[in-house]
């Protein structure tokens, strides 16, 4: 299988798996407990129909939105996620570098493995910066100011995240970051010479936005120990409400649930939040974004742009999560898995096939932008 042959995310998968170690493909792959909201993220799209509209005249489609000041091209942005060199050996590189050509915006996670300076300076698309609450205050604030030194349009704090999720694939896998030459490690590296080829050959594997508090030599800090350790699960609204006014900017929570945090957000003059259950990969059995958003989106749409994430794979699912009030959509795994296969190559054709499917879905509902689509668009089974 060849990268011309993969036309959409199952394909990008598929390619993915033939080419990852094991425990590193799962890693991706896998969630939480039983992985049973995983697999509810992408199915909630399937029980929401698109009525679409004909004889509307469409021509050319405009897919731009505007998403907390930021104008993007598509209504679709690379939400942040870690470990990304871990995959492919140029990791967020190729994934900013891709994201940027498709005019939209990226995410850098504080788990990241290229800074989030070298980023900025690479690309003047937006950007976000994510990261996480730690009980050390002091870091926090370090973290807050490196990130308006460096430029970054949008703060995102991880919010479902107070600590580490049940992925059971890793326990099975022995999955572990720094990832360690075990017999097993070894065997995956015989049988995926390439992707071992590039670990060993390329610069050493390093969290920039974390060096100097997590050990990636394994000794006092691994990343396992980073979440139940240093992560402060007493975080409260007075915290980040201290965080939006120090930021005094674009303030996003990822991993907003329920209406009435989302309202709560909104109070402490957060100017957006992400609908988001962290892929299934924290709290097994908790509702999908998609059923949640019409709730949230009536409660706070006027007052702050509400976005989502989760189980996203094609382009109606977008087009859904717009017509509920979204005003955009992260993808994730989407592009994780792209990337796995073939680097930047890889995730410019996924982005590239979401754009073709977006304008191809927009055009077949009879709609020339996003902001004609709308609830009266759709009916739910």
Request: hydrophobic fraction near 40%; proline fraction near 3%.
């Amino acid at each position: 299988m060849r990268l011309d042959d993969c036309h959409n995310f199952h394909d990008f998968r598929n390619l993915a798996k033939r080419r990852l170690p094991g425990p590193i493909f799962d890693y991706i792959d896998g969630a939480a407990d039983d992985e049973v909201t995983h697999r509810r993220n992408t199915e909630s799209f399937e029980r929401c129909d698109l009525v679409p509209r004909v004889l509307s005249g469409v021509g050319e489609v405009d897919l731009s939105v505007t998403v907390m000041g930021q104008k993007l091209t598509l209504p679709v942005y690379c939400s942040p996620t870690a470990l990304q060199r871990l995959f492919h050996y140029r990791g967020e590189r190729a994934v900013a570098a891709a994201a940027s050509r498709f005019g939209t915006m990226f995410g850098v996670s504080s788990l990241g493995t290229v800074s989030l300076e070298e980023v900025r300076k690479a690309h003047r698309t937006p950007q976000a910066f994510q990261f996480y609450f730690h009980k050390d205050r002091g870091l926090n604030r370090a973290m807050l100011e490196r990130a308006k030194e460096a430029g970054i349009d949008v703060l995102m704090l991880t919010v479902d995240s107070i600590t580490g999720g049940n992925r059971e694939r890793d326990l099975r896998t022995g999955f572990s970051i720094p990832f360690r030459l075990t017999p097993a490690a070894m065997a995956q590296f015989v049988l995926k010479p390439v992707w071992g080829f590039n670990y060993l050959t390329h610069e050493g594997f390093r969290l920039p936005q974390l060096d100097s508090h997590v050990d990636m030599g394994g000794g006092a800090m691994s990343i396992g120990r980073y979440f139940t350790e240093m992560l402060d699960p007493s975080m409260d609204w007075d915290d980040v409400a201290e965080m939006v006014r120090l930021w005094d900017g674009q303030f996003c929570l990822k991993g907003v649930m329920a209406a009435e945090d989302a309202r709560r957000a909104a109070e402490i003059g957060c100017t957006g939040i992400v609908v988001s259950n962290h892929g299934g990969r924290q709290l097994d059995g908790s509702r999908a974004p998609f059923d949640q958003l019409a709730e949230i989106v009536d409660a706070v749409g006027d007052r702050l742009d509400v976005l989502m994430d989760g189980g996203v794979q094609r382009g109606t699912h977008v087009l859904k999560a717009l017509s509920l009030g979204a005003k955009a959509v992260g993808l994730g795994r989407y592009y994780l898995f792209p990337l796995a296969a073939a680097g930047e190559a890889g995730v410019d054709r996924a982005l590239a096939l979401m754009r073709e499917e977006l304008v191809r879905d927009t055009t077949l509902m009879g709609c020339a932008s996003i902001a004609q689509l709308s609830r009266d668009n759709l009916r739910f089974r």
